[in-house]
């Protein structure tokens, strides 16, 4: 294992450190229990919106924290759900007297913990919402979920609920939009190696140099199949179809197309993946309104891609332009 890292047990604190130092204008971060939150938080009058999971993502969760778009984020440890108490913590930090909203993935402990978090919140006066995001059109049941995967339309929705709170929304508003991205959106991911845990010290999966994952999830769990390696518009088109056949995305449709590094995979083979993409939506009558390609949802150092696909609508676009000023997503500011 080489890593850019001290003690394996850690990592997490010393991360939380840095970005607590390289974004003082943005973001505090709390260190018992870890929660990265708002700068200028609790915004009164404002929906607060909180969101997390195991670290190892970056720059989800605790990268989107700030104005238009999450409010706190809970990290775990690294592919690890974070506990009841951070998420409780958080809620608490972010409440402005509107209410919270809850971004779960769905990803078991995930979805537990902040159920368990929602009541103790609740019992405390604080009213708050979950939605649970299940995009990935890979697999209907894994290792760590019941049902679908939640992978990048967390990302979008964050983004496009951050703003509608920002507006001023209230919170039954923001999460019945929330609701809706994630029904509009499919998600699929791929990989050509494996990550390493630093706690583990090896490689979570192994896979030939020939070899490629079809339909990975963000903690290295199987997809749909393994297969030989492909060139990359062969691996497109792999990833595109089952997520076009699935909402289903149909002519006439204007979507945002998200292409994701799962971390190891430079910007220059993302937009290889993205020319690919726009061309098979063009064929299929769909026009690409808006588009993220970059590193936004990742699986520390693993190579592949994800490819995400969210049908828009002039509501949801108008959310999307809103300004935002995160460590990891920032534009209109």
Same mark, same amino acid.
């Given at each position: 294992?080489?890593?850019?890292?001290?003690?394996?047990?850690?990592?997490?604190?010393?991360a939380?450190?840095?970005?607590?130092? *390289?974004h003082v204008?943005? #973001?505090?971060?709390?260190?018992? @229990?870890?929660?990265?939150?708002? $700068?200028?938080?609790? !915004?009164? +009058?404002?929906?607060a919106?909180v969101?997390?999971g195991?670290?190892?993502?970056?720059?989800?969760?605790g990268g989107?924290?700030?104005y238009g778009?999450?409010?706190? *984020?809970?990290?775990?440890? #690294?592919?690890?759900?974070?506990? @009841?108490?951070?998420?409780?913590? $958080?809620?608490?930090? !972010?409440n +402005?007297?509107?209410?919270?909203?809850?971004?779960?993935?769905?990803?078991?402990?995930?979805?537990?913990?902040?159920?368990m978090?929602?009541d103790?919140?609740?019992?405390?006066g604080?009213?708050?919402?979950?939605?649970?995001?299940?995009?990935?059109v890979?697999?209907?049941?894994?290792?760590?979920?019941? +049902?679908?995967?939640?992978?990048?339309?967390?990302?979008?929705?964050?983004?496009?609920?951050g703003?509608?709170?920002?507006?001023g929304?209230s919170?039954?508003?923001v999460?019945?939009?929330?609701?809706?991205?994630?029904?509009?959106?499919r998600?699929?991911?791929?990989?050509?190696?494996?990550?390493?845990v630093?706690h583990?010290?090896?490689?979570t999966?192994?896979?030939?140099?020939?070899?490629?994952e079809i339909?990975?999830?963000?903690?290295?769990?199987?997809?749909r199949?393994?297969?030989?390696?492909?060139p990359a518009?062969?691996?497109?088109?792999?990833?595109?179809?089952?997520?076009?056949?699935?909402?289903?995305?149909?002519?006439g449709?204007?979507v945002l197309?998200?292409?994701?590094?799962?971390?190891?995979?430079?910007?220059?083979?993302?937009?290889?993946?993205?020319?690919?993409?726009?061309?098979?939506l063009?064929?299929?009558?769909?026009?690409?309104?808006r588009?993220?390609?970059?590193?936004?949802?990742?699986?520390?150092?693993?190579?592949?891609t994800?490819?995400?696909?969210l049908?828009l609508?002039?509501?949801?676009?108008?959310?999307?332009?809103?300004?935002?000023?995160?460590?990891?997503l920032?534009?209109?500011?």
């Amino acid at each position: 294992m080489k890593k850019l890292i001290n003690d394996p047990e850690n990592v997490v604190r010393e991360a939380l450190e840095g970005i607590a130092l *390289a974004h003082v204008d943005q #973001v505090k971060v709390a260190l018992e @229990p870890f929660v990265i939150y708002r $700068a200028d938080a609790p !915004v009164q +009058g404002k929906v607060a919106l909180v969101s997390g999971g195991g670290s190892g993502h970056e720059p989800m969760h605790g990268g989107f924290v700030g104005y238009g778009m999450l409010d706190a *984020a809970c990290p775990g440890a #690294v592919f690890t759900s974070p506990t @009841p108490d951070q998420m409780l913590e $958080a809620t608490k930090l !972010v409440n +402005g007297g509107q209410g919270v909203l809850h971004i779960v993935k769905n990803y078991t402990g995930d979805v537990l913990n902040f159920e368990m978090a929602a009541d103790l919140a609740r019992a405390e006066g604080i009213e708050v919402e979950a939605v649970v995001t299940n995009d990935d059109v890979a697999v209907q049941d894994s290792l760590w979920t019941a +049902g679908r995967r939640g992978v990048g339309v967390t990302v979008l929705a964050e983004k496009i609920c951050g703003a509608a709170a920002q507006e001023g929304r209230s919170l039954k508003e923001v999460a019945d939009l929330c609701r809706k991205v994630n029904d509009k959106g499919r998600s699929m991911g791929m990989a050509l190696t494996s990550c390493v845990v630093p706690h583990v010290g090896k490689p979570t999966f192994d896979i030939g140099d020939d070899e490629m994952e079809i339909g990975i999830g963000i903690h290295g769990e199987p997809g749909r199949r393994r297969v030989k390696l492909a060139p990359a518009d062969e691996i497109v088109e792999m990833l595109a179809e089952p997520i076009l056949s699935d909402l289903p995305f149909k002519q006439g449709d204007s979507v945002l197309a998200f292409v994701n590094s799962m971390g190891g995979t430079p910007l220059i083979e993302l937009y290889i993946v993205y020319r690919k993409l726009h061309e098979i939506l063009t064929k299929h009558g769909i026009t690409v309104a808006r588009n993220l390609v970059g590193p936004y949802i990742t699986s520390l150092e693993m190579a592949g891609t994800s490819i995400t696909l969210l049908k828009l609508d002039d509501d949801m676009t108008k959310l999307w332009d809103a300004p935002v000023k995160t460590p990891g997503l920032r534009w209109g500011m």
